[in-house]
Nanobody, 126 residues
Framework: QVQLVEFGGRLVRVGDSLTLSCTTSGGTFTTYLVGWFRRTPGKEREFVAA????????FEADSVKGRFTVSRDNAKSTVYLRMDNLRPDDTAVYYC???????????????????WGQGTQVTVSS
């Protein structure tokens, strides 16, 4: 059973930086595409970023491009989401998700991912 656990969400101020981490267990992490999504009340989960199994390819949503960076440490079975210059509209529950494939053209879609974490709350106050 693959399990994902997110860490690092908290209350921050506009312009602050924050790094989320997602640690996995129970699977072959080095073969997984991993994505980050976020959800605000009343909305669908929104794609934020994704990283291929080797880390060679990364993808970010237009809304976070230039501010968020996704990376991974396969030796630690962990994926990171570095978030800079945070804004109030970044406030959301952030989820990491894993797909048992090195890469997928559907990396922006929730259906591409088989395993999900429980989420971690990020609140950006003005």
């Amino acid at each position: 059973q693959v399990q994902l656990v997110e860490f690092g969400g908290r209350l921050v101020r506009v312009g602050d930086s924050l790094t989320l981490s997602c640690t996995t267990s129970g699977g072959t992490f080095t073969t997984y595409l991993v994505g980050w999504f976020r959800r605000t009340p009343g909305k669908e989960r929104e794609f934020v970023a994704a990283i291929s199994s080797t880390g060679d390819s990364t993808f970010e949503a237009d809304s976070v491009k230039g501010r968020f960076t996704v990376s991974r440490d396969n030796a630690k079975s962990t994926v990171y989401l570095r978030m800079d210059n945070l804004r109030p509209d970044d406030t959301a529950v952030y989820y990491c998700a894993a797909s048992p494939t090195p890469y997928s053209d559907s990396y922006r879609r929730t259906y591409a991912y088989h395993y999900w974490g429980q989420g971690t709350q990020v609140t950006v106050s003005s």
